[in-house]
């Protein structure tokens, strides 16, 4: 593969000042990790084809790896990747264009083709005016995470193209064979290819839906690092730090929407937590029991802040959502210097409100611990119970978990000791059970 003909702009180190190829290999990765979903986003623009513009992506990274090695580190190594790219796109649709015209006798001249493709600032310009917002990441972001794609696939695709992830990595976080994962992401790329998804982002009136999807998949991602659901691990923080990533762009992208600035609000109140949420020996240490002082407080601060933004738009006329209303819920608890200083009434509130608008059995159980501990166990209790026979809690953990806790607090000490039992049976977390058991002892 050839380089760029051209790097007027961005001049190489000289030789003197070469890496060792180590090093350098970890530069390549470093900026590949941060740049890729950007080149992705651009050459997809161009070619309508989130496959291919993988595909072409990856040719550039070849490219660098072949050529950097020899001819030392641009001075700018991601305009150096984004451009080798874009002329790898370019004479992928000069070829594409052949191929019809020699099929078609379609008589396009293909320069002019290239002129119409090469993504320069007419271009871009073009593609803000038809969708109001006109950003390459943010066409990605709604393309990966489409509706006619199964939720796994989702997750799968957007931590592969837009969180940087291998196909490895992304089978170790979520504990499945890394031939599964590979599938799911061909399969998606070809669903979408067949499905002929536009590279585009929604219009006004069908943005809500496809916003939803899109915070739906970053809420998963994060869920699964902040509470791993099988393993060892107790947590994947590299999976928080994915999910804080994306939605941080997302709000950058769209800062006008009162839900994405809520789940930003949230990932990063829930993600401060982290260093308490293990002790020294690295066992798990829950939410009433955490040093507080060991919260990382400039997380706090961006969550309340994405939250007073959040506000401000409700003020305006937008109303929350599911994940502003959980954003609130984390900043009460954020908001209280120590854990008997949280204000449960109002959590109880919030949870109110967040039934109105995403009723699930789930709210209703965490509503009940809230009840608890604003209320006293037994109230809390007569909640849980009426959840019991609810068939999509019949095998989640928490449930026998959290009756368990207020059983305890009753003085059933005999109850208590079954529902942890039996919560531990539940869960699939090498961490969670060990810790359930502990509690089932007394």
Partial sequence: MNAPDSFTPFDRVKPSALPDRDALHRSIDSVWRIEAARIIACVARMTRDVGRAEELAQDALVAALEHWPQDGLPANPAAWLMTTAKRRAIDHLRQQALHQREHEALGHDLEALGAQYAPDVVDTLMHAEQDDIGDDLLRLIFTACHPVLPTEARVALTLRLLGGLTTAEIARAFLVPEPTVAQRIVRAKRSLTAAQVPFEVPGAAERTPRLASVLEVIYLIFNEGYAATAGDDWMRPALCGEAQRLVRVLASLAPDEPEVQGLV???????????????????????????????????????????????????????????????????????????????????????????????????????????????????????????????????????????????????????ARAEFERAASLTRNAQEKALLLARACG
């Fill in 265 to 415: 609000a949230l990932l990063e109140i829930q993600a401060s937590r982290l260093p308490a949420r293990t002790d020294a020996q690295g066992q798990p240490v829950l939410l009433m029991d955490q040093d507080r002082a060991r919260w990382d407080h400039l997380l706090v601060r961006r969550g309340l802040a994405a939250l007073d933004k959040a506000e401000q738009l409700a003020r305006a006329g937008k109303p929350w959502g599911p994940y502003a209303l959980q954003g609130a819920i984390a900043a009460c608890h954020a908001r209280a210097r120590q854990a008997q200083d949280t204000d449960w009434p109002h959590i109880v509130a919030l949870y109110d409100a967040l039934l109105q608008v995403a009723p699930s059995p789930v709210v209703a159980l965490n509503r009940a611990v809230a009840v608890g501990m604003a209320e006293g166990p037994a109230a809390a209790l007569a909640l849980v119970d009426a959840l019991a026979g609810d068939p999509l809690l019949r095998h989640y953990h928490w449930l026998p978990s959290v009756r368990g806790d207020l059983l305890a607090k009753l003085d059933r000490g005999a109850e």
